[in-house]
């Protein structure tokens, strides 16, 4: 009499691989394309940027940019905890704040 494998018994198929990577324990795809993420807006459409968006744009590092808004250089939108910043009104209040040294050769 032959042992007959139950469904069990055998070694479960894996699924084809797709792009992307999958979530830990969930099996789900995330997306690749930074885009795709929901941005927060202000009420002209325009994005709000994260701190480190903020910092790369301004060409600044994110502690200096955390800094300027401990000083209450540039403003800052709190949402709860989080800090988001509207790049028009940083850049024009660094501009407004902007102290320039010149060098004598």
């Known amino acids: 009499m032959k042992h007959e494998p ?9 699924a ?3 792009p992307g990577t999958v979530k830990a324990r969930t099996g789900h795809i995330k997306t690749l394309n930074p ?11 325009e994005l709000l940027k ?6 790369r744009l ?13 000083a209450k250089l540039v403003p800052v ?3 709860g905890r989080l800090c988001f910043y509207d790049p ?3 850049m024009a209040a660094l501009q407004r704040n902007l102290e320039v040294k ?4």
């Open 6 to 14: 139950k469904r069990q018994d055998r070694p479960r198929q894996k």
């Open 16 to 18: 084809a691989a797709k």
């Open 35 to 45: 885009e795709a993420k929901k941005r927060k807006q202000t009420g002209g459409g």
């Open 50 to 55: 994260t701190p480190a968006e903020m910092a």
């Open 58 to 70: 301004g060409g600044f590092s994110k502690r200096t940019l955390e800094r300027l808004a401990k």
């Open 77 to 79: 939108i709190r949402i």
């Open 88 to 90: 028009a009104r940083v």
């Open 102 to 105: 010149e060098v004598q050769p």
